[in-house]
């Protein structure tokens, strides 16, 4: 368990290399500008909350119904009957924290209230988001009805307004898979009627029970996924069916599926915590993808402001540096590739010309763009280059290859998305 440990605050040290390269980077930016201070600031807490979040406990948080087998998914996953459950009666008042494993814990299992109370819905949904404000989860493991319909569509409301609220306020997505639980009691009922694994596909040995039963089960599925999608969620969760036992016998089908996707959603923390070292290596270049993303976003924004009317920019003078300062920062995520800051902005026909470019000569080479500057056009080109870097810094993308990146064009629409809430038309 040591070595996970170690693996994990190494991972966390070097994003803080990270920061440190923003530090570096923002003194010639900011003593040009200094209103671009805070900017700086901000990219580095981006960074910070990632750090924080590696040097802790992940937690991975069950959230649902009454009744639902939050406690009951718990036991299986530690294979401990530490959580206690009950069929009709809220057995969890608070959130309670499991660790795995005990004597060296290297993973936090939070068990929560049931949302379905009749008389204290209300009380127990605000309970629940304070209470996973507080806890910062990393994955959100949403465990619903298979069986009936009835508040569905409130439930999966609720968790998207959860999810949204977590990343919000954590800076960072917040990984969530729901489990479509008790598909024992799908006709034809009993734990005995239920496929085999794989379950989706036919077996020799089905009969025609089951048979029948694979098919209601999907029938239900899609029932949810389609309520699911019209939800709204920024992320689409997985949705996967599941029927559990803790008593009088332990029983937990689909658990492969299950177990698989949990780890595929979940984010590099928590495979650190389970030792998921085959996706662990890919999984880390989503966390670096995501906080290169949001990084690129921020200094993009930036480009924007500082071309943003009546404070015009007749060159680069100001936009280069910054758009230097985030691609150096990407570069410090991970030292894939081979190029530097010119090389990268060579790929698109940028080069540095004694620190001062024409901005007109930027967006010559900008199709569908045009020439006229701007923000959205200054946020365009930013953006584009900070693309660039994370294909060729993280994915180890070649200079043909990243050829394809090359019109900004492709960005516009995205771009315009992310600056729509920041200035008005």
Excluded at 123 to 138: D, M, T, V, Y
Excluded at 175 to 204: E, M
Excluded at 310 to 336: E, G
């Amino acid at each position: 368990m040591s070595n996970t440990r170690i693996d994990r605050i190494g991972f966390a040290g070097q994003l803080q290399k990270v920061i440190e390269q923003l530090r570096e980077e923002s003194q010639g930016v900011v003593g040009r500008l200094p209103t671009l201070k805070k900017s700086f600031e901000e990219a580095e807490d981006i960074i910070r909350g990632f750090v924080k979040d590696l040097e802790e406990l992940p937690r991975v948080c069950v959230v649902g119904s009454t009744g639902m087998g939050k406690s009951t998914l718990i036991n299986h996953i530690l294979d401990m009957p530490v959580a206690a459950t009950d069929a009709v009666f809220s057995t969890t008042r608070h959130a309670q924290s499991y660790f795995y494993p005990e004597n060296a814990p290297v993973c936090e299992i939070v068990d929560t209230r049931g949302l379905n109370e009749v008389f204290n819905q209300v009380e127990a949904e605000k309970q629940l988001i304070e209470e996973l404000a507080s806890r910062r989860p990393h994955l959100i493991l949403f465990v619903c009805d298979a069986v009936g319909r009835a508040g569905i569509d409130r439930e999966l409301t609720f968790l998207k307004h959860l999810l949204d609220h977590c990343s919000n306020l954590f800076h960072r997505e917040v990984g969530c898979l729901i489990l479509a639980n008790r598909c024992d009691g799908i006709a034809p009922s009993g734990f005995g009627n239920l496929p085999g694994h794989p379950w989706q596909v036919s077996q020799k040995s089905d009969n025609p029970r089951m048979v029948e039963k694979r098919k209601y089960i999907k029938e239900k599925l899609e029932l949810i996924k389609k309520v699911v999608a019209s939800t709204g969620f920024r992320r689409v969760p997985e949705v996967l069916p599941a029927a559990m036992l803790w008593q009088p016998e332990k029983k937990f089908w689909n658990r492969e599926e299950i177990m698989a996707e949990v780890f595929r959603q979940s984010p590099t923390n928590v495979l650190f915590a389970f030792g998921q070292l085959e996706q662990m290596s890919a999984n880390i270049n989503k966390t670096l993808e995501l906080i290169a993303q949001e990084i690129i976003i921020k200094f993009s924004i930036v480009s924007a402001t500082i071309c943003w009317n009546p404070f015009p920019v007749p060159d680069a003078f100001v936009l280069m540096p910054i758009q230097v300062a985030m691609i150096n920062a990407v570069k410090a995520m991970k030292m894939t590739g081979t190029l530097d800051a010119a090389g990268i902005m060579k790929i698109v026909g940028l080069a540095s010309q004694a620190g001062r470019m024409a901005a007109n000569a930027i967006l010559k080479i900008v199709p569908g763009v045009g020439q006229a500057i701007n923000s959205t056009v200054a946020a365009t080109v930013t953006y584009g280059l900070g693309r660039i870097a994370i294909a060729h810094y993280i994915y180890g993308w070649g200079p043909d290859k990243l050829a394809a990146l090359a019109d900004f064009a492709q960005f516009r629409e995205e771009v315009e998305k992310f600056l729509a809430g920041r200035f008005k038309k």
